[in-house]
């Protein structure tokens, strides 16, 4: 027999890895909804973010999948260059700046979704132990980036007393944190914030801007615009660009760009951290950063997503087509957001101004306590810090006054 010492099976994980969830919790809460539907009940899921049709299938769009079909398969089935395919990050760029002064000033790496173009951010412009910056409200991964990367998430209260974005305590948690560790990382996800729905409005980018510029005059501020939910922004919600750029050359700009929600393609990952400064020098050298962090984690990307949508971006046809179907996409969410706005306002829920976008959240004094009683009564909700996250995005127009109903119980019981 061995004598050799025997080690508990979780001393082969680090200290770190030993409690990991085993699972996420909206999906955990997505698959309890499916069970239960499955057994024949009649259930609302307004939990995962995915655009679902009214039927309750999985929202496409034909002319992806054609793009998709017509890549060359030994294009596809060869490896992609490191950073990415060149035409698909020129189109990305364009697609987000045309031919103006920003798109001269950016360099791209192409990432599995948007996750990949956050995980390259954090990586590169904070050190093991510091925090990025965000709003109180958030979507979670955020966290677990953060954490398994050995950095943290430090917030700021989002909401004022007047419902609109807290400027105030942005200014006061980013000088706080430019003060203690000598840089930042913002992370705002606008237009269409997950998951609350809000969007940021001229005024209050306007104080963004005057924010981020007085921080980054005492230290190196990084700026990245989550960019997942944007083209189901509202109309004017694309201004965020014109205020952005003021900043260029001041804080450095990153856009974490993705294909999972524009173009409804969640498997395929296909996404790109776009990053902008005006110095050629400067922009090289954190190319070359961002391309190092590519080899360093998935080494490359989905060859044939990549030549997929850069084909998409670039043709005029393609894009043409492509527009048109996920033109039908906003309309069939906004005709919800519509829907709910109108139940929500008449049964007198608190929630922040919602004008398009995946998500919207409701406040609430005891959120677990208010997700509990809607399952009672057959609709799932995800408790968040506050509220309670709704996916109009998988919830037909038709059952928002369900949803809405069990919404006010769910309130009223947590109080």
């Not at 103006?100 to 050190?127: C, D, K, W």
């Not at 004017?236 to 993705?258: N, Y």
């Not at 398009?356 to 005891?366: D, E, H, I, Q, Y």
Request: charged share 20%; net charge neutral.
């Amino acid at each position: 027999m061995s004598s050799a010492q025997t080690f508990s099976p979780l001393e082969f994980l680090v200290a770190a890895s030993r409690q990991r969830p085993a699972d996420d919790p909206i999906f955990a809460l997505n698959a309890e909804a499916q069970r239960r539907a499955k057994a024949g009940e009649s259930v609302v899921n307004a939990t995962l973010g995915a655009l679902m049709e009214d039927d309750g299938k999985l929202a496409v769009m034909p002319s992806v999948t054609e793009a998709l079909r017509a890549v060359d398969p030994r294009r596809a089935a060869a490896y992609a260059p490191i950073a990415g395919e060149s035409g698909f990050l020129a189109a990305v760029i364009a697609d987000l700046f045309g031919t103006g002064a920003l798109a001269r000033a950016a360099t791209a790496v192409a990432t599995p979704g948007g996750t990949g173009a956050l995980h390259h951010a954090i990586v590169n412009t904070l050190e093991p132990g510091q925090a990025l910056l965000t709003s109180e409200y958030y979507w979670s991964p955020y966290h677990t980036l953060a954490e398994h990367t050995r950095r943290r998430v430090e917030t700021f209260r989002m909401f004022g007393a007047d419902g609109r974005f807290d400027s105030a305590d942005f200014e006061r948690a980013l000088r706080a944190q430019v003060a203690t560790q000598g840089r930042a990382l913002i992370l705002l996800n606008s237009p269409c914030h997950n998951p609350t729905g809000y969007s940021l409005d001229d005024r209050e980018w306007g104080e963004v801007v005057r924010i981020v510029r007085a921080a980054a005059e005492r230290a190196p501020v990084a700026l990245l615009i989550d960019h997942a939910y944007a083209k189901f922004g509202g109309a004017g919600s694309e201004r965020w660009i014109e205020h952005v750029a003021q900043l260029a050359g001041e804080a450095l700009l990153f856009v974490a760009w993705t294909a999972s929600k524009s173009f409804a393609q969640y498997g395929a990952r296909v996404g790109a951290l776009v990053a902008i400064h005006p110095d050629d020098e400067a922009r090289r050298r954190i190319g070359n950063a961002l391309s190092y962090s590519c080899r360093g984690t998935w080494s490359n990307c989905n060859h044939a997503g990549m030549l997929a949508v850069g084909t998409i971006l670039s043709d005029a046809t393609f894009r043409a087509k492509v527009d048109g179907e996920r033109a039908k996409l906003v309309e069939l969410l906004a005709e919800r957001v519509r829907a709910f706005n109108a139940a929500a306002g008449a049964a007198g829920l608190r929630y922040p101004r919602y004008e398009g976008g995946f998500f919207v959240s409701v406040f609430s004094a005891a959120p677990e306590k208010t997700a509990a009683r809607m399952r009672e009564l057959g609709v799932f909700v995800v408790p968040i810090h506050g509220a309670v996250r709704i996916a109009l995005c998988s919830t037909p127009a038709r059952d928002v006054p369900r949803l809405v109903a069990a919404l006010a119980e769910g309130v009223r019981a947590a109080q």
